[in-house]
């Protein structure tokens, strides 16, 4: 277990964000882009080959910069490994984008930035709920999940885990262009995402004030969606705060019917977007617990 490595990234994330360089998500991106350029096919071969290439290169550098941190002296190597840890974690920099409708003078624009589906003809409600949903979804593929993967493998986990987490953005996509593409991408983002997903979706409810409610919430609601993954933390997040998430939405000029997660018992709107934010420092105080507690008993 890399408890400690994990305490000194979550910490260096809390206090400075993103880091000012390169980040090794726009690598991977750019990687994917020039594959794709070359090699695409609408099947599953060339997609497979694309997540098994990205994911050995990626497992190759986290190794390689291991082992390189390993010849620093000690009291050297284990802050070098969670700075490079730190660029897999998002708390700040998710907090800050979905923050940022909360003052945006084209809230549309800005949530544009967080989300796939269309945005032009999205009501002030959509907005906000759009909002709460990135908020719960990344939570888990943002925070917990490279989290988890960090404590159980060290750097070469969120390292694979990001690469994962940035092919399913990418071209997981159930579109004429995608479907066989990026059909192994999306099972295995499902399978990285199986546990935190779950882990995020406790967490949340552990936050609520109404735990009860957010709890039977999950156990109602969290099944509904498409994705065996996202419903767990959004079912948690609507049962919490008393509202509806998900339904219909438009995904590249189509209209695609989900249902609805949770009872539409609060308005979504600006005070829920901010009560559901308020949840950071809670979030925080939790891992920062486990992870302490972790390293004392290891």
Not at 54 to 70: A, E, I, K, N
Not at 187 to 210: E, F, H, K, Q, S
Request: aromatic share 10%; charged share 15%.
């Amino acid at each position: 277990m890399f408890f400690e490595l994990a305490l000194l990234a979550y910490l260096i994330d809390m206090v400075f964000g993103e880091l000012p360089c390169k980040h090794p998500v726009v690598w991977m991106g750019d990687f994917i882009n020039t594959y794709e350029r070359r090699f695409y096919g609408n099947r599953i071969m060339p997609g497979a080959v694309l997540v098994i290439s990205l994911l050995l290169l990626t497992l190759l550098t986290s190794v390689m910069l291991v082992f390189l941190c390993g010849l620093l002296p000690a009291w050297l190597a284990l802050p070098v490994l969670a700075v490079l840890a730190s660029t897999g974690l998002a708390m700040n920099m998710l907090h800050g984008s979905v923050a940022a409708i909360l003052t945006a003078k084209q809230p549309k624009q800005a949530v544009s930035l967080l989300v796939s589906r269309d945005t032009d003809s999205m009501t002030e409600t959509d907005i906000y709920k759009a909002a709460l949903e990135t908020w719960a979804e990344n939570l888990s593929d943002g925070v917990i999940a490279p989290l988890f993967y960090l404590v159980l493998f060290g750097l070469p986990g969120i390292a694979a885990y990001k690469a994962i987490n940035t092919l399913d953005s990418m071209i997981a996509y159930k579109t004429e262009r995608y479907f066989y593409f990026g059909k192994t991408a999306a099972i295995m983002d499902d399978i990285a995402n199986y546990i935190p997903a779950r882990l995020t979706a406790l967490l949340i409810v552990l936050l609520a004030a109404d735990r009860q409610r957010a709890w039977q919430c999950v156990l109602r609601d969290s099944h509904k969606l498409e994705s065996p993954n996202a419903g767990f933390p959004i079912s948690a997040l609507a049962g919490a705060l008393g509202v509806g998430l998900a339904g219909d939405a438009c995904y590249h000029g189509q209209l695609k019917h989900k249902p609805t997660l949770g009872s539409p018992l609060n308005p979504v709107n600006h005070n829920t977007l901010v009560q559901a934010l308020k949840m950071k420092t809670g979030v925080n105080f939790i891992v920062l617990s486990i992870l302490t507690i972790g390293i004392g008993l290891s």
